[in-house]
């Protein structure tokens, strides 16, 4: 099988770097970097273990797109921290280290992605989209992305890691079927499909009332689509849906209209990429990578991150 094209959901490690190592690890004057090395070593076991050919680290330019928002008001509103600004309330002590984190995969020669008004997960679906030579590996401990998983035209699987790397689970569509109960044939739209109607507090989806997760897959299981299912509730004639599930998806008709804008990742988005994406086999810039070494006390992180990419394989 051909090496794979791992694409990282950066905002999810470094979130989870920052929350798995102790705040106490810090810079020579004082500057927390436990997100900083923490992220350096989760992509250093994900390269060692995954065996890229290449590697894409993919970037949040706009953590909550004004089309999302204008679909569904309360897409990701907890989540602010000023309304007025509109900006992810993120803990300070992580938002002063995603600058040294981006210079280090820049130094490092690690490319980059993102798209201007789209999530990383975006990102991810269009680079899962458009690939078309080698197998895709996206890493996340986001299981929204669980969506892309997929056998053709080149297969695509989710590494998630939201028990951590060392716990890391592969999801491909048999994988995703077997634990959600959804049509392996169709496994990744029916996992979007199901998450519309169970709904998620933590992106501020309410979902349709009364249907929890084991009768929405039941539902999107019955048929071949989401417009089939849309169409089903209108039809009384449709005997794939029951009379208490119609009922409760009518009452939610304006919610259903709008929520797949919101949950679909988006796989037409602009994406930029900042470097290419061949794994490095030495740092794009040993300058800059030795300075900020010693700058913010990166030295066995660094180290073992650059051990890895430049390993033979």
């Known amino acids: 099988m051909p090496a794979p094209l791992l694409l990282l959901d950066s905002a999810s490690l470094y979130f989870r770097a920052f929350h798995g190592v102790p705040d106490s690890i810090t810079a020579p004057d004082g500057t927390p970097v436990?997100?900083?090395?923490?992220?350096?070593?989760m992509v250093a076991i994900l390269v060692r273990r995954r065996q890229p050919a290449?590697?894409?680290?993919?970037l949040d330019l706009d953590w909550r797109p004004a089309f999302r928002v204008a679909a569904l008001s309360s897409y990701k509103a907890h989540r602010v921290e000023d309304p007025s600004s509109?900006?992810?309330?993120?803990?300070?002590g992580l938002s002063r280290q995603v600058p040294i984190i981006l210079d280090v995969l820049r130094a490092a020669g690690i490319a980059t992605a993102g798209a201007e008004g789209y999530e990383a997960d975006d990102v991810i679906g269009t680079l899962c989209a458009q690939e078309r030579r080698d197998p895709v590996e996206v890493v996340t401990g986001d299981r929204d992305l669980l969506q892309v998983v997929r056998e053709e035209p080149t297969s695509a699987r989710v590494v998630y890691v939201g028990r951590g790397v060392a716990k890391a689970e592969v999801f491909g569509p048999a994988e995703v079927a077997a634990r959600y109960g959804v049509p392996v044939e169709r496994a990744g739209?029916?996992?979007?499909?199901?998450?519309?109607?169970r709904g998620d507090?933590?992106?501020g989806l309410p979902g349709v009332a009364g249907i929890g997760a084991k009768t929405a897959a039941s539902v999107?299981?019955?048929?071949?689509?989401?417009?089939e299912l849309a169409a089903a509730v209108t039809d009384r004639t449709d005997k794939r849906m029951s009379s208490a599930v119609r009922h409760k998806l009518a009452a939610a008709a304006d919610y259903l209209a709008v929520v797949p804008m919101v949950v679909r990742v988006a796989c037409d988005a602009p994406v930029t990429r900042d470097g290419?994406?061949?794994?490095?086999?030495?740092?794009?810039d040993p300058g800059l990578?030795?300075?900020l070494r010693q700058r913010w006390g990166l030295g066995g992180a660094v180290d073992r991150l650059l051990g890895a990419l430049t390993e033979e394989r």
């Open 34 to 41: 436990n997100a900083v090395r923490g992220f350096c070593d």
């Open 54 to 58: 290449r590697l894409v680290a993919c």
């Open 86 to 92: 509109a900006a992810e309330a993120v803990p300070d």
């Open 189 to 197: 739209e029916a996992y979007a499909e199901m998450a519309m109607l």
């Open 201 to 203: 507090p933590s992106d």
């Open 220 to 227: 999107v299981s019955a048929f071949g689509s989401w417009d």
């Open 276 to 284: 290419a994406d061949a794994v490095p086999r030495a740092p794009a």
């Open 289 to 291: 990578l030795a300075e």
